[in-house]
C-alpha cells in the first residue's frame, strides 16, 4: 500500500507501508491493504507508520490537523503541517516556542498577531509532545 502526506507547501512523506494509524477527529483510525474506501478528518497527533507488517511502528509524523483519503491500495493525508516526528530538533523548537511566547508577551491583547503566535506555540508543543 502506499502513503502520501502532503502539506500545502510541500510532501512531508511518501512511501510504501503495510499500515497506517491515523489520529481521526472521530478517533484513531487504522488502515491496513484492502481497506474500505474512506474519506475522514484529521485531529492533531501522531500518524504512525508499519513499513513492512502490523504492529510494528517504523515512522512517525506530527500532524496538526486536516483530512485523509483511504482507498484499497493508498492512503493520502492532506495535513495543515506535518513533520517527521524522529527528525525534530528538540532544542530548536524549544527555542523557537520560547521566542513566540515572548513575542506573545509584548502584544497588546487586542492585538490581531496573538492569533498567529498562539498557532504557532501550540504547533511547537504538539512537536514537543511527540
Known sequence: MQIRIVCPETSAYEG???????PGTDGELGVASGHANEICTLSQGVVRVSDTQMGT?????VVSGGYAEVTADEVVLLAD???DADAVDREKVAARKADFEDKLSNLSEDDARRAYLY??????ELVLAS
Open 57 to 61: 511502528v517504523d515512522r512517525r509524523f
Open 81 to 83: 503541517r506535518a513533520c
Open 119 to 124: 498557532n504557532e506555540i501550540a504547533w511547537c
Open 16 to 22: 510504501e507501508c503495510a499500515f497506517v494509524a491515523l
